[in-house]
């Protein structure tokens, strides 16, 4: 039906105009929602509950297998939170009320209305069918993701003298965008088929789709979308690491700075409650505080 990804956006476009190519619009944005509360929001505390950092923003030297295991582990419970929104975001996709039509057809009226009709003629396990899939594919593509993102930007603050800023985001997240894809294409077609199945579908494991690509296809059809999949994820991971890179720089410029002013005005109090000799040998005023750690961090970058 299409002959490539541009073929597919043309005669999307042309049959069902801009509103076709956004189809499945409030789905997707519910399902990365779900997931990237966990896959994102996890990482860097189950990361640094294993490989402590000496204080916020210090470029991280954990091993790359603490990564992997800290990625995976958000990958999957990302994935479980976001199996239904992914379920429903193919299903309004693949249908097509005037173009060319691929798979099963279901005429859902929103997302809404599918989570309703889904449960009611298939049972709720539906919303889970593929969950195996798209769990390992999620794990898979997390730990590369993050890790890599996570290694590149660490290794090229430490060795590279490169600054924590918005390019080093940018770079970081499009090389990470790339291996993910590598990654998780193979898994996406497979995901894909089994969505688009009717309930009445036999042979519906992930093994059984495995062996039939292959067989009937070649290997070469598990990265069908490749160019397409990469467009889609290069920008969403360099816009989503770019803002959450900006996100935890503030946050510790204003902890640095809310630690520095409350330091202040202890030394002061304690000034005027004792003698000098004394406030010089105080243990509060001899530790380093967060934000000494945090500028003599920056001023090694520098």
């Known amino acids: 039906?299409?002959?490539?990804?541009?073929?597919?956006?043309?005669?999307?476009?042309?049959?069902?105009?801009?509103?076709?190519?956004?189809?499945?619009?409030?789905?997707?944005?519910?399902?990365?929602?779900?997931?990237?509360?966990?896959?994102?929001?996890?990482?860097?505390?189950?990361?640094?509950?294993?490989?402590?950092?000496n204080y916020p923003g210090e470029a991280s030297t954990a091993p790359a297998w603490k990564r992997m295991i800290a990625g995976a582990t958000c990958g999957a419970m990302g994935a479980i939170s976001a199996n239904p929104f992914e379920l429903i975001k193919t299903r309004l996709q693949s249908h097509s009320s005037n173009g060319p039509a691929v798979g099963n057809q279901y005429a859902y009226k929103g997302t809404f209305s599918a989570l309703r009709t889904i449960i009611t003629n298939d049972g709720f396990a539906t919303l889970y069918r593929g969950s195996v899939i798209s769990i390992a594919r999620s794990m898979f593509g997390s730990a590369a993701n993050l890790t890599t993102y996570s290694l590149l930007k660490d290794h090229a603050r430490t060795n590279w003298g490169a600054q924590d800023g918005v390019m080093l985001d940018m770079m970081s997240s499009l090389v990470s965008a790339f291996v993910s894809v590598v990654v998780m294409n193979p898994m996406?077609?497979?995901?894909?088929?089994?969505?688009?199945?009717?309930?009445?579908?036999?042979?519906?494991?992930?093994?059984?789709?495995?062996?039939?690509?292959?067989?009937?296809?070649?290997?070469?059809?598990?990265?069908?979308?490749?160019?397409?999949?990469?467009?889609?994820?290069?920008?969403?991971?360099?816009?989503?690491?770019?803002?959450?890179?900006?996100?935890?720089?503030?946050?510790?410029?204003?902890?640095?700075?809310?630690?520095?002013?409350?330091?202040?005005?202890?030394?002061?109090?304690?000034?005027?409650?004792?003698?000098?000799?004394?406030?010089?040998?105080?243990?509060?005023s001899s530790t380093p505080s967060l934000a000494a750690g945090v500028i003599a961090r920056r001023e090694e970058q520098i």
């Open 1 to 53: 039906v299409y002959k490539s990804s541009m073929d597919c956006l043309v005669k999307t476009f042309r049959h069902e105009g801009m509103r076709g190519l956004q189809k499945g619009l409030f789905p997707a944005i519910l399902k990365e929602s779900s997931k990237n509360i966990f896959r994102l929001g996890l990482y860097d505390p189950i990361l640094n509950a294993m490989h402590p950092l």
């Open 188 to 284: 996406d077609v497979v995901r894909i088929r089994l969505y688009n199945r009717s309930s009445q579908s036999t042979s519906q494991t992930t093994l059984q789709s495995c062996r039939n690509i292959l067989t009937t296809e070649g290997p070469l059809a598990f990265y069908k979308g490749f160019s397409t999949h990469f467009m889609r994820i290069g920008p969403h991971f360099t816009l989503t690491f770019v803002f959450l890179g900006m996100l935890k720089r503030h946050l510790i410029e204003g902890s640095s700075t809310l630690q520095s002013s409350s330091n202040s005005s202890a030394v002061i109090l304690h000034s005027k409650d004792e003698s000098p000799a004394a406030s010089s040998s105080s243990p509060s």
